[in-house]
């Protein structure tokens, strides 16, 4: 019984160890990449070339990640369109290359901030500033929420 126990567990690791290599990134170059994703790229980063990209295959699924020379991070999913971007430390993802009212509402609301990371999720985007300031907008880049209590509460800022 203790042989067929090992025999099992052995089999088992293999399996797991066989799955885990078929959904492991794998490199790809930037030809390789959706077409989006390239288009993206050169509109918003024309200065900053790609020097690595990957591929993940997940079970049903397939997304791309790309480092650009500057530091920044992007990922995108298997049509190209990106799902999370991340600016280096000290770094701004360019305001262009966020949704409209996102960026209108950081460049209103916080003048002296950028924004560091953003990304979508299914019904929401989350974004990271500059100054640590978290901020939550919904799809249609309305706000939901802020880490800022002074942006989240207005009317409270002077009661004494």
């Known amino acids: 019984m203790r042989h067929i126990d090992k025999i099992r567990t052995i089999a088992t690791a293999a399996l797991l160890l066989a799955a885990s290599a078929a959904f492991a990134d794998k490199p790809v170059t930037t ?3 959706p077409q989006q994703a390239r288009t993206f790229l050169t509109q918003y980063y024309p200065s900053s070339s ?3 990209a990957s591929t993940e295959r997940e079970l049903f699924d397939r997304s791309y990640e790309t480092m650009l ?3 920044t991070v992007i990922e995108f999913t298997k049509d190209g369109q990106w799902y999370e971007i991340k600016a280096p430390k000290g770094g701004r993802i360019p305001s262009a ?3 409209h009212k996102v960026a ?3 460049k209103r609301i916080y003048p002296d901030a950028g924004v560091r990371q953003i ?3 299914r019904n929401k985007y989350e974004v990271e500033l500059t100054n640590g300031v978290e901020i939550t907008f919904n799809h249609n880049g309305d706000l939901l929420r802020t ?5 989240q509460q207005p009317d409270h800022r002077f009661r004494f």
């Open 31 to 33: 030809k390789q990449l």
């Open 50 to 52: 790609v020097i690595y």
């Open 69 to 71: 020379e500057d530091g």
């Open 97 to 99: 290359a966020l949704p």
């Open 104 to 106: 209108a509402y950081v």
């Open 119 to 121: 990304e979508a999720e």
């Open 147 to 151: 880490s800022d209590y002074m942006q």
